[in-house]
Antibody
Framework: EVQLVESGGGLVQPGGSLRLSCSASGFIFSSYAMHWVRQAPGKGLEYVST????????AYADSAKGRFAISRDNSKTTMYLQMSSLRAEDTAVYYCVKDQSGSFCFDYWGQGTLVTVSS | QSALTQPASVSGSRGQSITISCTGT?????????VSWYRQHPGNAPKLMIYEGSKRPSGVSNRFSGSKSGNTASLTISGLQAEDEADYYC??????????FGGGTKLTVL
């Protein structure tokens, strides 16, 4: 059974930094790209970032470029999102999402971790 | 990248069918047959319901179907059931490893 468990969310001041983690199990982690998708309170889903299975390729939404860094440690089956220069508009539940290889969609989602940016 | 356009809400009676539209542009929906649909119940994570425009993942009811015409994709749910009441989001691949979501549609089952 695929399981994705996010951690690291919390309250942070504007301009601050936070690192999210996603622990994965139930599949061959290194064989799949992984993504972060976020959802602001009461709002819709927003794509944030992608990392390839071997970690050599990354992509970011414009809103995340230059401020967020995605990474992974396949030996620990864990993905990370390092967020810096955080703004109030980054407040959201951040979901760790598994890629459905070849279909350009998201087949398994974690339960999410809430990031609140506020003074 | 602008969000895809979905109706804010739709409703239907139990047993009826409804369709949710998702309008994009020639840079996303119109360029790729890579639209996916997600159902999200309150307080829960989204669940994949349709991928590659019209394919259903294992375990998803055949009451759910997807289609596309030009820059608009559609999700049809037939034989509405109470459990279908949720928010539905469309999503399209939009080149260069980027994805765009719709704003979401709240489905009410009467």
């Amino acid at each position: 059974e695929v399981q994705l468990v996010e951690s690291g969310g919390g309250l942070v001041q504007p301009g601050g930094s936070l690192r999210l983690s996603c622990s994965a199990s139930g599949f061959i982690f290194s064989s799949y790209a992984m993504h972060w998708v976020r959802q602001a309170p009461g709002k819709g889903l927003e794509y944030v970032s992608t990392i390839s299975g071997d970690g050599g390729g990354t992509a970011y939404a414009d809103s995340a470029k230059g401020r967020f860094a995605i990474s992974r440690d396949n030996s620990k089956t864990t993905m990370y999102l390092q967020m810096s220069s955080l703004r109030a508009e980054d407040t959201a539940v951040y979901y760790c999402v598994k890629d459905q290889s070849g279909s350009f969609c998201f087949d398994y989602w974690g339960q999410g971790t809430l990031v609140t940016v506020s003074s | 990248q602008s969000a895809l356009t979905q109706p804010a809400s739709v409703s239907g009676s139990r047993g009826q069918s409804i369709t949710i539209s998702c309008t994009g542009t020639s840079s996303d929906v119109g360029s790729y047959n890579l639209v996916s649909w997600y159902r999200q119940h309150p307080g829960n994570a989204p669940k994949l319901m349709i991928y590659e425009g019209s394919k259903r993942p294992s375990g998803v009811s055949n009451r759910f179907s997807g289609s596309k015409s030009g820059n608009t994709a559609s999700l049809t749910i037939s034989g509405l059931q109470a459990e279908d009441e949720a928010d539905y989001y469309c999503c399209s691949y939009a080149r260069s490893n980027n994805w765009v979501f719709g704003g979401g549609t709240k489905l009410t089952v009467l």
